[in-house]
């Protein structure tokens, strides 16, 4: 390893020399993409490194860690913001916010926003303005053979649709372009109950968000403490005009063990909402798009998170109403915008003599959900064993077959295949 790695210094001191200082990360890139490809070495991109399969990392390997390209720029007048391949969501929400501009992204500030982009993204926004990807207007990327791509509508158009939603399968995004919209403040925090009104206040969510406006986001966590005693947290984020929506009230319901954290915020006060330390925890995540959330899969996830007699992991449920709906399905590659929410068994643990237990309950959680499901599931969650097949749904066959193609033409050897992979197959 060390030899490849004063080989690799050469090069990079050779072309440096050549074009200085101020081209290092566009020369450092392309070359270290060349490089692992010129040497036979796995390649592994890491972003904001939040991925539950740990894609971004890898063993006897080169790893292009990107978490010092981090800057984000603002165009406030065109109303856009370019973020670099390895910046984070609180680098982006920091920047846009800083003129009443957003895009939705993701619920924790350090998950990456190229990473979380490419899979799909959904968060406190979805119901407003869609999905991440939705809003992905233009990229920048190194493809494996060393090359400098750009995607918008008006170049490479068909490489822009399947980076909404095809993952870091073409190339390494020096930065993405996003558009945005004005935003001030937020009702948004969350609720908890626990106990016995969980069952209710889940259904209550269900419910709500069903009729919800465009205007109202939410998701929830359902899990056990260490009591075993049910907790639900509910996490709305309420962009309309009204100081007492409706929504709002009918969430809360009529819980008696409620802890009501729910008021008037800045939108990066929800953003922080979640931010909680990561990267301790061990990790195995499944789950499915349902196309509904019937009585009788509540009362299944409910004995779900009782069932190892012990906190196992969250089951999380995201909302997808709202403006997903009312895209264009065409636009982008994802193929799950007609589902009801994402739902999945988030099994997180610490100790490796719990593996086998942990990672059975998440298969067993999620095969819960299988008879309401639409086939595949979130690229972004998925963890590194999950069948070609489950991929593929996520997308349809039609667009799983367009997918392919355009990994032949930008990645025919698949270089870029340490991720929620798309081989090349033939032709
Ligand atoms: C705590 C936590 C919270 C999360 N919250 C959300 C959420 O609210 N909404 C949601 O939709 N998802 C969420 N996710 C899932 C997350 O979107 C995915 O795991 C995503 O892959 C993370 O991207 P990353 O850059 O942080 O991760 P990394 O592990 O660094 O990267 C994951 C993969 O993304 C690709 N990638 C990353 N950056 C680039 C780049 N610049 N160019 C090309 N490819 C790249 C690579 O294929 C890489 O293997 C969360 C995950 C965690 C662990």
Not at 121 to 141: K, P, R, S, W
Not at 229 to 255: I, M, N, Q
Not at 347 to 361: G, K, V
Request: proline share 5%; charged share 20%.
């Amino acid at each position: 390893m060390s030899q490849l790695s004063d080989r690799l210094l050469e090069r990079l001191q050779s072309r440096t020399a050549r074009v200085g200082v101020v081209g290092l990360g566009y020369v450092g890139l392309p070359l270290a993409v060349e490089f692992a490809r010129s040497e036979g070495l796995p390649l592994a991109v890491r972003g904001g490194g939040h991925n539950p399969a740990g894609h971004c990392v890898l063993d006897d390997g080169l790893v292009i860690d990107l978490s010092r390209m981090r800057g984000v720029e603002v165009d406030a007048d065109a109303r856009t913001a370019r973020a670099q391949g390895g910046s984070t969501w609180l680098d982006f929400d920091t920047a846009t916010q800083a003129h009443g501009l957003v895009a939705p992204g993701g619920v924790v500030g350090s998950t990456g926003v190229c990473g979380l982009t490419l899979g799909g993204g959904i968060g406190h926004l979805t119901a407003q303005h869609g999905l991440t990807c939705d809003n992905l207007v233009g990229a920048e990327l190194v493809t494996p053979d060393g090359t400098i791509v750009r995607a918008s509508a008006d170049e490479n158009a068909d490489l822009l649709w399947g980076l909404r939603g095809g993952g870091g399968n073409f190339g390494v995004a020096t930065w993405l372009e996003y558009r945005l919209r004005p935003l001030d403040a937020v009702v948004g925090g969350m609720l908890t109950v626990r106990g016995t009104g969980v069952r209710d206040a889940l259904l209550r969510f269900r419910d709500v968000v069903a009729g919800a406006p465009r205007e109202l986001s939410c998701q929830a966590v359902l899990s056990v403490d260490d009591s075993l005693k049910h907790v639900l947290v509910v996490l709305p984020c309420y962009t309309g005009s009204s100081s007492d929506p409706a929504e709002l009230r009918a969430l809360r319901g009529g819980a008696r063990e409620l802890d009501d954290g729910v008021q008037a915020c800045s939108f990066l006060d929800q953003q922080r909402l979640l931010d909680s330390p990561y990267g301790t925890n061990r990790h195995y995540w499944k789950g499915h798009f349902v196309r509904e959330l019937p009585d009788e899969l509540v009362d299944e996830l409910l004995r779900r998170v009782l069932a190892l007699g012990r906190p196992a992991g969250d089951i999380l449920l995201e909302s997808l109403h709202g403006a997903p709906k009312n895209t264009d399905p065409t636009a982008g590659a994802v193929g799950w915008r007609g589902a009801a929410f994402n739902v999945s068994a988030t099994a997180t643990w610490q100790d490796p003599a719990l593996d086998e237990e942990q990672i059975a309950w998440a298969r067993e959680t999620a095969a819960a959900l299988e008879p309401w499901s639409l086939g595949g599931g979130y690229m972004n969650y998925m963890q590194a064993d999950e069948p070609i097949e489950r991929v593929r749904a996520a997308f349809g066959d039609e667009a799983f077959d367009r997918l392919r193609a355009l990994k032949r033409r930008y990645d025919p050897g698949n270089v870029l295949r340490r991720n929620q992979n798309i081989p090349p197959g033939a032709a």
